[in-house]
């Protein structure tokens, strides 16, 4: 290798490290701009190792744990007889 080829090589060598590294800094300036839009993707959670556990429903007694909501029927008609719409215009 003669003294020609061998200052091509570290200038190639050399423009290619700038070119990896400037690539490098536009992905990174690329992300940090659009990170806040992005959801984190989780491909192995907790639950990805646990082959033989089922998972677990709601059983019979848990449901009859729950107390239900009141029912307001009468509260809804009442409110929505007294509605003022002049607010509106």
Known sequence: ??????????????????????????????????HKYWKPIRIFTEDSFTILSTPRFLSDEDAAKIVPAPNNDKNKDSDSKNVDLSKNR
């Open 1 to 34: 290798m003669d003294m020609d080829q061998s200052a091509v090589f570290l200038a190639g060598s050399i423009l290619t490290m700038l070119g990896f590294i400037i690539f490098v800094i536009g992905i990174v300036i690329i992300n940090n701009i659009l």
